[in-house]
């Protein structure tokens, strides 16, 4: 089975991972787009927390007896801005009419219900900066280990033009921590101009996985095991959204011995 996961071209939705579709236990993700005027209901699992991210547009938002108006404010992944979310608890129906054009993420994991439904707000996301030089990407924290939420970890990254990102190349596969933790992830890419391509491979030690990939506008990577380093091209800008989950809330990694050499100096 491939770790690539292409989009539609057309429809709402765009694309889909389960835990089956995946052969894991913990990351789900789904990305569709929502017309103007339109309303849906999307509905969590009695066994699974969401994090609802609105990429792009406007949208109001109810859950149960709690309602949003007016969440959402980017016209595109790629504006310098932090995006709205909205966490869920297992069960949850999430109720969404769209205000304008829109594009939503969500994103599950297994919990129990520890947690209300609330709205995460851009204001408190933190923004920081990863690399140097051609490795310089810019990142949001949507959802990190230091918020509430029973499995789910949501961040969201740019990478400019001919840059790396994820790298040097990093895994989290082994229950090691504070050294490295198990987490699966998902990689939701946006390119701009939408028609270039990144490029992502997924590896392991012993090479029993060694995939690598030409990622279009809208695909899914996934990342069961092993290190998962992206290259955008001269020209195009890269955008992904990822989604991780695993036994243990936290984000511990291991560089690539082999390529540390680059960060060691």
């Given at each position: ?112 219900g520890r947690f209300e439904a609330r709205l ?47 790298y040097p190349p990093h895994k989290h596969d082994?229950?090691a921590v504070p050294d490295e933790s198990v ?83």
């Open positions: 089975m491939s770790l690539l996961v292409k989009a539609a071209a057309e429809g709402e939705a765009i694309v889909t991972v389960t835990p089956q579709s995946a052969n894991w236990k913990h990351v789900g993700f789904a990305a569709r787009r929502l017309p103007a005027g339109e309303r849906r209901t999307l509905a969590l699992p009695a066994d699974r927390e969401g994090c609802l991210v609105v990429l792009t547009g406007t949208v109001d938002v109810r859950i149960g007896e709690r309602s949003w108006s007016a969440v959402g404010d980017r016209t595109s992944v790629f504006d310098e801005r932090s995006p709205h979310a909205i966490y869920a608890p297992p069960g949850s129906l999430f109720e969404i009419t769209a205000s304008t054009d829109a594009e939503l993420a969500l994103a599950s994991a297994p919990a129990t995460i707000d851009p204001a408190g996301m933190k923004r920081s900066v990863r690399g140097t030089g051609a490795n310089t990407r810019y990142v949001c924290d949507i959802l990190p280990e230091t918020e509430p939420a029973e499995s789910l970890l949501v961040v969201e990254v740019l990478t400019p033009a001919g840059h790396s990102s994820s082994t229950d987490l699966e992830e998902t990689y939701y890419h946006r390119i701009d101009p939408p028609q270039g391509f990144a490029f992502q491979r997924v590896y392991t030690d012993e090479r029993d996985i060694d995939e690598s990939m030409a990622v279009g506008d809208h695909d899914v990577v996934m990342v069961p095991r092993g290190y998962h380093p992206v290259v955008m091209p001269h020209g195009y800008r890269g955008y992904y959204l990822n989604v991780m989950a695993g036994p243990r809330r936290a984000w511990h990694f291991r560089n690539d011995p082999a390529h540390e050499w680059m960060i060691a100096r």
